[in-house]
């Protein structure tokens, strides 16, 4: 199983995006950003090698690897940004480390619906990690289909000045739901699409990810009746 691990931005990255959005006089000690992305870059590689653990634990133990791939990913300053101000939250330093959560992420690609659950509680059950947030899109999949589980779980992360307790989001889903958000994604920030087209795409995407969760459904109960 592979963790693809990601970099954080350094401060002239940082500098960079934040005088192309025309923020930079607004949000104060701005180089506190690259402390804030290395924090939480530091707290992603902590739960990603969590993670890792539990998969060659499970595969030891059960002959079964509930992770097909993990992808980590840091929210770019844009990102970042747009979301503040989405969100009507204040432009500041301290805002960013109170209100964003999701700056450090893991996508975690599961073999099957059950090993969802599987991960995330014997992530959540480590008595080093938190749980924050808890949002479960599976149970109650999104209007346009979108199934996945979002998780926020704080770490503690050991740092020169002293220890601090990290958010990292995690998104769980299985490799049909993730092959199903990477094109609904596509089809929904692609902006040369035809309206019709879209619309067009959209209710078949919506029915689709109701199959693709039938299937699964069933060829899990196959995997199992064969282990
Ligand atoms: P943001 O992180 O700012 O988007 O808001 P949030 O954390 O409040 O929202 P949410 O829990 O819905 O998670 C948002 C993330 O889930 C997005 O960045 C997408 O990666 C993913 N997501 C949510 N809904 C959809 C959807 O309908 N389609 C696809 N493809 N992805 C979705
Ligand atoms: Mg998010």
């Known amino acids: 199983m592979i963790l693809e691990r990601n970099n954080f931005p350094n401060v002239k990255q940082i500098t960079r995006e934040l005088n192309r959005s025309g923020l930079k006089n607004q949000l104060k000690n701005f180089k506190e950003l690259t402390t804030i992305y290395q924090l939480r870059h530091a707290g992603a590689n902590e739960i990603g090698t969590k993670l890792e653990n539990l998969d060659d634990e499970y595969s030891i133990n059960y002959d079964h690897n509930p992770i097909h791939h993990m992808e980590e990913r840091m929210k770019s300053v844009n990102s970042l940004l747009n979301k503040l101000r989405r969100k ?7 805002s960013i480390k109170e209100n964003i959560h999701d700056i450090a992420g893991i996508r975690v690609v599961t073999n099957y619906i059950e ?6 509680d014997a992530l959540v059950c480590q008595s080093d990690v938190t749980l924050l947030k808890r949002k479960d899109y599976i149970k109650s999949p999104k209007p346009s289909g979108y199934r996945s589980l979002h998780i926020v779980v704080s770490v ?3 740092q020169s000045n002293g220890v601090f307790d990290v958010p990292v989001e995690v998104q769980i889903r299985t490799i049909g739901m993730d092959m199903w958000a990477s094109l609904e994604h596509k089809l929904r920030y692609k902006t040369d699409v035809p309206p019709d087209k879209v619309t067009k795409h959209t209710a078949s995407l919506q029915k689709y990810a109701a199959e693709l969760y039938d299937i699964e459904s069933r060829m899990q109960e196959i995997f199992k009746d064969l282990s």
Request: without cysteine; glycine residues 6%; charged residues 25%.
């Open 115 to 120: 090993d969802i659950y599987r991960v995330e």
């Open 156 to 158: 503690p992360v050991f």
């Open 88 to 94: 009507g939250y204040p432009i500041t330093i301290d």
